[in-house]
Every structure is written in C-alpha cells, then in structure tokens.
C-alpha cells in the first residue's frame, strides 16, 4: 500500500504541475468568424435554466445561432426555452420532435435528433443544458477552428455548486479530480474524446462520421464523437476556455448515481485506464497505509505529504479554472472517499441509470434499455 500511496503522490504532483501549465495558456483569440449553431438539448426543468440559456445568446460574436430543443413537446423545460426565445427572438429557435424525428437510444441524442436539421451554422456547438459561458465563449471556440487540422473541439468546466453538500461535493468533483486527470492524460498522448461542456464539431466533419445515427448507439456520445474525429485523421482540439456546470444534484444518492454513470461508462470504454483511476486519489491511498503500516511515523508522513498536496491541487485548480464559489479543505475527505467507493462501485454492473430510465452498455460502448 505505501507504494501505491507513492505511485500517487508522483500523480498528484505531476496534475498540479500540469493544471499550473493551463493556467499559463492565453485563451485563443482570431479574426475568423465561421457561423457558429449552438445546440442545446433540453429535459426537465432544473435551477436557473433560464439564466444559463440566456448566456449562451449574448456573445459577443457576429454570426451565430441557438437552438432550444426537447423531444416532448410537453416537457417542462420548454417554458423556460420560450422565455429566452422571447427575449431573443432574431438568435433562438425553440424546437420539438414530431412523429418522423429518428429515434436512437441514447436520450441525448434522441433529443438532438430534432434539432440537428434545424441548424445552419458551419460549427456544430453541442452544449448541455446545465452549463453556462461568459460573452468570449464563441470567440474562444471559432478561434480553434482556424487551424484546418482541428475537427473538433472541447473545453474543461469548473463546478459552481447550488445550496447543499451534494451540490458542492458534486462540484469539487469537477475542476478537483476530473479536470486535472484530463490534462495528465493530455500529456500522456494526443486527445480523443470530447465532453459534454463543449461538443464543437465542423458541420461536414458531423456527417462525415455518420453524424446522431452513429453517435445516438452510443451511451458515451460525447466520447464517441471524439474518437470518430480522431479516426478521420483530424485533432480534437482542447479549448483554454472553461465553461461553468451549475450543479444541483439534490441529493447525495442523486450524485452517486450521477458519477455511477460516468464510471461504468468510462470502465466500459477504457479499461485499462479506468484501473489506474485510484491513482488519483492519494489521500485516501496515503491513509490506507497508515492503517495498514506497521511503521506509522512514515506512514503520518505520507499522509502528510498527500494532505499538503491535495489541498495545493485544490486551490490550483480554483485559480486555473476561475472557480467563483470556493470549497473548504474540510471537504477533501469526504469529496475523495465518495469519488474512491464510486470507483469501486463501476466494478459491479454496467447497468447505468439516466434521469429516471436504466440503460445496459454492452462492452463496445452501444446502449440499450435495460430489461
């Protein structure tokens, strides 16, 4: 264990010198202004919906679109739609599916199913409901795409957390371990997936690589839609933008089955990788040596060493990423033992939940409704 607890620390140390390399780099700026259509997926309401969605219409850009859509033209969030449609009425178009709309299992994509064809643009910006930007955004975006190699493009998000301890703990999650395990991985090999913050992709390249018909078979589309890039030869580019995902998780049996569905999913598609994803907790490797040390004065300086750098990352990772709504170092404990016991709890099924449906992922990453 204290070699694990060691393998670990070096983690640590290597993800705060690489968060402290992003925060280095200017966010990318250009002249180039391709038309950009924002895609936005609606399902169910959630808080300050309408805010978030008014902050994708005020960009300080020159040709863009938004798009609002949900596949049932009852559903709750469609009232929130229509108010910013209202406020927006030359930039946004609020959208539904009817009887002839594709079906696909992933309910995302299904979603997006009526809304892809309303789009113009020469970007593709998919962009979940729960994520909100600053007016630079798109400017951010089209100035990736000014290299021709780039067919892709995805951005990081830091967590901004509603009242609650899931919502915070939640958050943490975010820019704390997930953000920093990303640009480890980046400088371990080139990029090939995308997330759900920020799916950026050129219009012909999204047909190229059979556009929703592909990606809707898949739970992990956003991953999917990365590596399908990749394989065209083109570069899924890392955007220095961070975008905000307000989240408001209302409980913590409602977070835990959140991140169980990023962890099957991220187990089913990387293996290998997923394995290694303890690595990154060393707080928690670091205090189960203690326990299990028969030598403890070494053992407290483990913990020692991993505590100080656990906080450091912390606070790194609030500066890089722009974090408005700071956590306490109090809740690192608790923030890594629940991330370690999701990690362990991928382990026992494939079974994932999604809003209120459960789905089974085969090993190949495909979707279907579990029976």
Not at 240 to 261: C, D, F, I, K, T
Not at 282 to 296: C, I
Request: overall charge positive; some cysteine; aromatic content about 8%.
């Amino acid at each position: 264990m204290g070699a694990l607890a060691l393998a670990s620390l070096a983690y640590g140390a290597f993800a705060l010198a690489r968060v402290r390399a992003f925060a280095r780099r200017p966010i990318e700026t250009g002249a180039a202004a391709p038309r950009i259509s924002v895609l936005k997926p609606l399902h169910g309401d959630e808080p300050f919906l309408e805010a978030k969605l008014r902050s994708f219409c005020t960009q300080d850009y020159p040709d863009y679109e938004v798009i609002l859509g949900a596949r049932d033209a009852d559903d709750p969030a469609l009232a929130s739609a229509r108010a910013v449609a209202a406020a927006f009425p030359d930039r946004v178009r609020v959208v539904t599916s009817d009887a002839a709309t594709p079906r696909h299992a992933n309910p995302k994509a299904n979603t997006l199913a009526g809304i892809v064809p309303h789009a113009t643009g020469e970007i593709f910006a998919i962009v979940d409901s729960d994520m909100r930007v600053e007016p630079d955004y798109l400017r951010a975006l089209a100035a990736s795409f000014a290299d021709p190699q780039v067919g892709a493009v995805t951005c990081l998000y830091r967590g901004e957390p509603l009242e609650g301890l899931a919502s915070r703990v939640g958050a943490m999650g975010n820019h704390e371990h997930f953000a920093p395990s990303v640009l480890v991985a980046q400088a371990l090999g080139p990029l090939r997936y995308c997330f759900g913050a920020t799916m950026a992709v050129r219009r012909e390249v999204f047909a190229a690589i059979g556009g929703l018909d592909v990606l809707g078979m898949h739970i992990a589309d956003d991953a999917m839609l990365g590596e399908l890039v990749a394989a065209q030869g083109l570069r899924v580019h890392l955007s220095r933008y961070v975008v905000e995902n307000v989240v408001s998780e209302a409980g913590m049996r409602a977070l835990w089955q959140h991140e169980l569905r990023w962890g099957r999913t991220h187990r089913t598609l990387r293996p290998a990788g997923y394995v290694g994803l303890f690595l990154t907790y060393p707080l928690v490797l670091a205090l189960g040596a203690l326990v299990l040390a028969p030598k403890r004065r070494r053992a407290l300086a483990l913990v020692a060493a991993a505590a100080a750098l656990r906080v450091a990352l912390q606070r790194e990772t609030q500066r890089a990423f722009g974090v408005r709504s700071k956590s306490s170092p109090a809740l690192i404990p608790l923030r890594d033992l629940f991330g370690c016991a999701v990690w362990a709890a991928a382990f026992s099924s494939r079974t994932v939940r999604w809003s209120h449906d459960a789905f089974a992922v085969a090993r190949d990453g495909t979707v279907a409704p579990h029976v």
